[in-house]
């Protein structure tokens, strides 16, 4: 059984002219000569590396849609008629306080000065794609007023038209990089946090020295990779005048821009875009408690590290030297990816896919703590998008995993308040939207909640940042309720006896009991207990 189809997918614009095609390439069973298109092969003929990307760049956000062969749609959630766990202090439990608008969403995270969310999820790095920097004001505000923490990706200040840079060639002034900051912080109200991410480039251009200095920002994250690719990031440029001052930058940019034959090619319109690339970094455990040092030295409280679908001697370092480094927190990436720009083949065929890495993940943590070390807190990522998916994460990492991060998920509803309110200010709501309205107080119904907080300051709070809290309210919502059926009444009581396989094989990967062993030898006492 193929695990995915190659060769044509909605991502890259391609598809197969045939119905019928040969499983492992791809490609039709019978391929014409004068076919009129449209597949990878068939499109990469004539486009080239062009078709490597999703698109249209800037337009889309892209997941990779491999079927993998366990995953967690594998566990169910366990469902308990007596008991409640994770309720205040000196709370009794009965049928009057167990109750699920009760259940204590709340988490967090650091080694020592923690940071408290209102739920256990938070955004994907948000860095110089052209998603993420239209959408900013939409993502910002929203992660603020839902009380989650917002990751600023790599390469802001690299890329930032504006930037500004001292006789040292590192960050003097990035106007970009000051409207991230400023606008979280603007509604931020002490849950979540704002951090910054830094890959090679960014730290060859001073990004921390610039955050920590003019924001005296509290968290730094260090990247070793992510789950959609495991090279640098990708952008794409239309200018061949930006695409030389980005490869004056230190970057690498494909093709070359300072080729005579590439600059003649790009004024006939055969090359219409550049790809801009970050750097592949190289860790070893003294660089990486050196630079963990030096950040610290910088004035940053807090250092985490994100880290992607690598082999498991990566996840081991990333554990243990984190556990050394006294990170707090590791967000482990698993595959497939999604991403604003990654390379399609690899999105799809690279790296362990996230079950799997978390399976490892739990048994390196218990390895560890087992011989008197301290975890750092951990964040899964990869393919989540709804309360179930993020208790199961949470029970199975139970009680190294704190939180999900959610990349794609905490955008989409960035994007539709965005594009509601353009709708509403042309006349153009589609019927999908209009059945439930024709104005945001009709149409959202957090927001007049939110008017009832902020007053006149809602008119400062974009539809996109309404949009995502009322997905986070849901989110919430949803997340209470598979709390209460498991009596957890607070994250911290969620453990992985809360879960159950559905088949032999997620239950060999996870170490979770096969739903016909789990809880059977209670269960055989009661049937078999003979009173006195």
């Given amino acids: 059984m193929n695990l995915r189809r190659p060769?044509?997918?909605?991502?890259?614009?391609?598809?197969?002219r045939s119905r019928d095609v040969v499983p492992m390439s791809g490609i039709c069973s019978r391929c014409v000569d004068g076919c009129r298109g449209g597949c990878e092969t068939w499109l990469s003929s004539f486009r080239g590396r062009e078709v490597l990307y999703p698109g249209p760049f800037g337009e889309v956000t892209a997941g990779a849609d491999k079927n993998y062969p366990v995953d967690y749609s594998h566990l169910n959630i366990q469902g308990y008629a007596v008991g409640a766990y994770g309720l205040p202090e000196g709370v009794e439990p009965d049928p009057d306080t167990a109750l699920f608008p009760n259940v204590n969403t709340e988490t967090e995270y650091g080694w020592t000065r923690k940071v408290r969310m209102r739920v256990p999820i938070f955004t994907g790095a948000l860095g110089s794609t052209e998603i993420a920097r239209k959408n900013w004001e939409h993502f910002a505000i929203g992660a603020a007023i839902s009380g989650i923490t917002l990751v600023c990706g790599e390469n802001v200040c690299g890329v930032d038209p504006?930037?500004?840079?001292?006789?040292?060639?590192?960050?003097?002034?990035?106007?970009?990089?000051?409207?991230?900051?400023?606008?979280?912080?603007?509604?931020?109200?002490?849950?979540?946090?704002?951090?910054?991410?830094?890959?090679?480039?960014?730290?060859?251009l001073g990004v921390a020295e610039y955050v920590s200095s003019k924001h005296n920002l509290e968290t730094i994250e260090l990247k070793w990779g992510q789950g959609a690719k495991c090279i640098g990031g990708e952008i794409r440029v239309p200018s061949l005048e930006r695409a030389l001052v980005l490869k004056r930058r230190g970057y690498v940019v494909q093709p070359d821009p300072e080729d005579p034959a590439i600059q003649a090619a790009f004024k006939e319109g055969g090359i219409k875009e550049f790809e801009r690339h970050s750097r592949l970094g190289f860790v070893t455990k003294e660089g990486f408690l050196r630079e963990v040092d030096r950040l610290r030295d910088l004035g940053f409280k807090r250092i985490t590290l994100k880290t992607g679908a690598y082999s498991m001697v990566e996840l081991a370092m990333a554990i243990r030297f984190g556990a050394e480094a006294h990170l707090d927190l590791i967000t482990i990436d698993g595959a497939p990816g999604g991403t604003g720009m990654s390379p399609w083949p690899m999105m799809n065929e690279w790296g362990i896919p996230t079950f799997y890495l978390e399976a490892l993940a739990y048994e390196f943590c218990e390895r560890l703590s087992r011989r008197g070390m301290r975890v750092p807190d951990i964040a899964m990522a990869g393919g989540f998008s709804t309360e179930?998916?993020?208790?199961?994460a949470?029970?199975?990492?139970?009680?190294?995993?704190?939180?999900?991060?959610?990349?794609?998920?905490?955008?989409?509803?960035?994007?539709?308040?965005?594009?509601?309110?353009?709708?509403?200010?042309?006349?153009?709501?589609?019927?999908?939207?209009?059945?439930?309205?024709?104005?945001?107080?009709?149409?959202f119904v957090s927001y007049e909640e939110l008017r009832a907080k902020y007053g006149e300051d809602i008119k400062n709070i974009p539809l996109g940042a309404v949009a995502i809290y009322t997905y986070c309210q849901k989110f919430r919502t949803g997340l209470q309720q598979l709390m209460a059926g498991s009596r957890n009444f607070s994250i911290s009581s969620i453990s992985r006896k809360d879960l159950m396989a559905l088949t032999e094989d997620a239950a060999r990967i996870s170490g979770i009991p096969y739903v016909m062993d789990a809880y059977r030898d209670k269960a055989l006492e009661i049937l078999d207990w003979m009173g006195e």
Avoid at 7 to 16: L, P, R, V
Avoid at 178 to 187: S, V
Avoid at 398 to 414: E, F
């Fill in 7 to 16: 060769n044509a997918n909605e991502a890259t614009g391609t598809f197969n």
């Fill in 162 to 204: 504006e930037l500004v840079l001292g006789s040292d060639n590192k960050v003097k002034r990035s106007p970009e990089m000051d409207r991230r900051i400023e606008t979280y912080r603007r509604f931020h109200e002490g849950y979540g946090e704002i951090l910054v991410q830094m890959n090679v480039e960014d730290t060859r």
């Fill in 388 to 392: 179930d998916g993020v208790f199961k």
């Fill in 394 to 443: 949470i029970a199975m990492g139970s009680p190294y995993v704190k939180a999900v991060c959610m990349g794609r998920a905490l955008m989409i509803p960035g994007m539709v308040g965005k594009n509601i309110q353009k709708w509403l200010e042309t006349g153009d709501l589609p019927k999908t939207v209009a059945k439930y309205g024709q104005r945001p107080e009709e149409i």
